[in-house]
């Protein structure tokens, strides 16, 4: 099963600015043969170097490696072997994204160079095959700001990703949004495998006062600060609280079970024309009071509840924007 046409069309805008980066490198300085000759080398020694280690089970020392090597010199072996070992660690969105473009940049080398094609048919089924097993999230932004800064999980999504379905690990997403000028956004969502979810962001305009000189969201007054109250002071009175109310419910109820006892006493005397005006008053008394401790057992316990609960300690947490730096490499032909 293929991914959607807009999706291998997102993947070919990250393959256009990838290759537009590495040619603003080049412009700045052009590696000479014999340099690119070692770069080269030291790629394929990186390159063996992780396949020792994948084929081995040591998945993570593969990744590092074949990652190192695809830094080094990209080359669709690599990626291939790098998005098989991010699939043995269970990164299957990752996976799926790096076999994706080992298939498709072994299928453009293939046309020149026939000993790619078993890389590009390897690479698409093995990529095809990760498919239902992931969640795929469109995020959709109508009438998008300049300088949009949309981040899923953790990691940038750029323009070219918007309205587009996005692969992930099915499980917890984190959605943020945010615009110089506008109030930030935080999506939480939870996705399951083969799920399809589309998400749409309205940004509202921040109001005038929380605006610095520049135009942008006050960095003084942050649209993603959370400030929670919570009072342990609070919410321990009202455990004391609810304690005592439980103790006078249990006090109602034994209070209850004597006056009942009494009364069944008093139904058993006047069976045989006798009575008791000190039982009398005694089980009076006793029923009475278990109506009182019924009362203040209630309210206690209600009101030291409801005092628990508003009083109970909250946990805060801080929404960070980490800048991920990505790597281009030069072009390899192992």
């Not at 080992?102 to 990529?127: G, H, Q």
């Not at 990760?130 to 899923?152: K, Q």
């Amino acid at each position: 099963m293929r991914p959607p046409a807009k999706f291998e069309a997102w993947f070919a805008t990250i393959a256009l600015v990838c290759a537009m980066c590495g040619s603003s490198r080049a412009a700045y300085a052009q590696p000479t043969t014999s340099q690119a000759l070692t770069l080269e080398t030291r790629a394929q020694t990186l390159y063996q170097q992780g396949r020792a280690h994948f084929f081995a089970g040591e998945f993570e020392a593969a990744r590092q490696t074949f990652q190192s090597s695809l830094d080094t010199v990209d080359s669709p072996n690599t990626r291939m072997y790098l998005g098989r070992a991010l699939r043995s660690l269970g990164r299957n969105a990752e996976a799926y994204a790096m076999l994706d473009r080992a298939a498709r940049d072994a299928a453009a080398r293939a046309v020149a160079e026939p000993r790619y094609e078993p890389t590009r048919d390897a690479a698409r089924a093995e990529a095809d095959a990760l498919v239902e097993g992931l969640a795929w999230l469109r995020v959709e932004i109508p009438d998008a700001p300049a300088g949009l800064t949309v981040r899923v999980n953790g990691h940038d999504v750029q323009r070219a990703g918007l309205d587009v379905e996005l692969p992930l690990d099915p499980g917890d997403v984190d959605v943020d949004v945010a615009a110089p000028g506008h109030l930030a956004v935080h999506r939480e969502l939870t996705l399951h495998a083969g799920q399809r979810e589309r998400t749409e962001v309205i940004l509202d305009v921040a109001p005038a006062a929380s605006r610095d000189p520049a135009g942008g969201a006050s960095s003084t007054n942050p649209p993603l600060t959370v400030t929670t109250v919570s009072s342990p002071a609070l919410r321990d009175a009202g455990i004391a609280t609810a304690t005592v109310g439980g103790a006078a419910l249990v006090a109602s109820l034994v209070l209850r079970l004597v006056a009942e006892d009494q009364f069944d006493t008093l139904v058993t005397l006047r069976a045989q024309n006798q009575t008791d005006t000190e039982l009398i008053a005694a089980g009076e008394r006793n029923q009475l009071l278990s109506y009182v401790f019924l009362g203040v057992g209630v309210t206690a316990a209600v009101t030291g509840t409801a005092m628990a609960i508003s009083g109970a300690r909250t946990r805060t947490r801080a929404l960070t924007v980490v800048a991920t730096p990505t790597s281009v490499g030069l072009g390899g032909s192992f």
